[in-house]
């Protein structure tokens, strides 16, 4: 399944922490088992065959009903606790400052979970997500694609900042003024980026018209790079909450502007009912008192 996940045996076998001879033989057996390929293997690639495909297919099926199955097991005997393990990816905002805090109080109740968190912009989820290489993701809501489900978490406001020393501080700004102050942005594929496009946009503003010095990947380089330098920058709010409380940044008011971000759970259709996912999705909302 990881081969198969992966399209790469070298890959596979660095998440499994296994050799890569170990996994080839697997394969093989596999593959003489079913008397057919599963991999079209050309060079340093894979690809699957239309029986690997099938097979990758109900081996994931069976993996959901395993699931179940556990589930049910452990609720006719609090005793029966197997190992479950939870691939999740999150954008920069909701990896660095959401789920830290909570993630404790998540593994300390459910004891037998192991998890994984990589933490990537959100379109990088998205399409981890489609590529089988994570389970359940928490993303922007602004990448919509139709074989996703997407449930509702949480709202955060995208806020213009600057260093203290900065003259901009003083001044309350309107959306005009930003033609005239050099800006410090996120990369190409942000959520962070793609709503203040969006909010731009709504007010006839193109980004590409604006005075971009600098695009950063990564919610910690740009406030670095804005605490020493004369840039106003777009964060997320929940992302520099400590810095404006200590006073190493400063909010920048924009009377006629405002930034919102909705995040979402994102899961591939038709593996919404995979229970160690569904338990996860409402433990994070009760933490964050969200209802259904």
């Not at 390929?37 to 109900?58: E, H, I, W």
């Not at 020393?165 to 190409?188: C, G, T």
């Not at 006073?247 to 591939?268: A, C, M, S």
């Amino acid at each position: 399944m990881e081969v198969a996940r992966q399209l790469s045996f070298t890959k596979a076998a660095q998440e499994l922490f296994i050799s890569q001879s170990a996994i080839s033989k697997q394969v093989k057996a596999l593959e003489e088992y079913y008397k057919m390929g599963l991999f079209d293997r050309n060079g340093a690639t894979v690809s699957l065959t239309p029986a690997g495909k099938l097979l990758l297919q109900k081996l994931e099926q069976v993996k959901e009903l395993q699931n179940e199955l556990h589930e049910e097991f452990s609720q006719l005997n609090a005793q029966f606790s197997p190992q479950v393990t939870l691939g999740l990816g999150a954008s920069t905002t909701i990896s660095l400052y959401v789920l830290p805090p909570v993630l404790s109080a998540y593994l300390n109740q459910h004891p037998n979970v192991q998890l994984s968190l990589r933490n990537r912009n959100s379109q990088n989820i998205l399409n981890a997500l489609l590529d089988h290489d994570i389970d359940l993701g928490i993303i922007d809501g602004i990448y919509k694609v139709s074989n996703v489900t997407y449930t509702p978490f949480l709202t955060d406001e995208v806020i213009a900042v600057c260093s203290p020393r900065n003259p901009l501080q003083k001044r309350e700004l309107e959306v005009k003024d930003l033609f005239h102050i050099p800006l410090a942005l996120r990369e190409s594929g942000s959520g962070t980026l793609a709503v203040l496009e969006e909010a731009l946009e709504a007010k006839g503003v193109k980004l590409a018209d604006l005075p971009v010095r600098v695009r950063l990947g990564g919610t910690e380089a740009l406030k670095n790079f804005v605490r020493a330098d004369t840039c106003l920058a777009f964060l997320p709010r929940q992302a520099v909450k400590k810095e404006l409380a200590s006073g190493e940044l400063v909010e920048v008011q924009l009377k006629d502007l405002q930034v919102f971000r909705n995040f979402n759970f994102i899961q591939r259709k038709g593996t919404e009912n995979n229970v160690p996912y569904k338990n996860f999705i409402k433990f994070m909302k009760q933490q964050y008192s969200i209802t259904e």
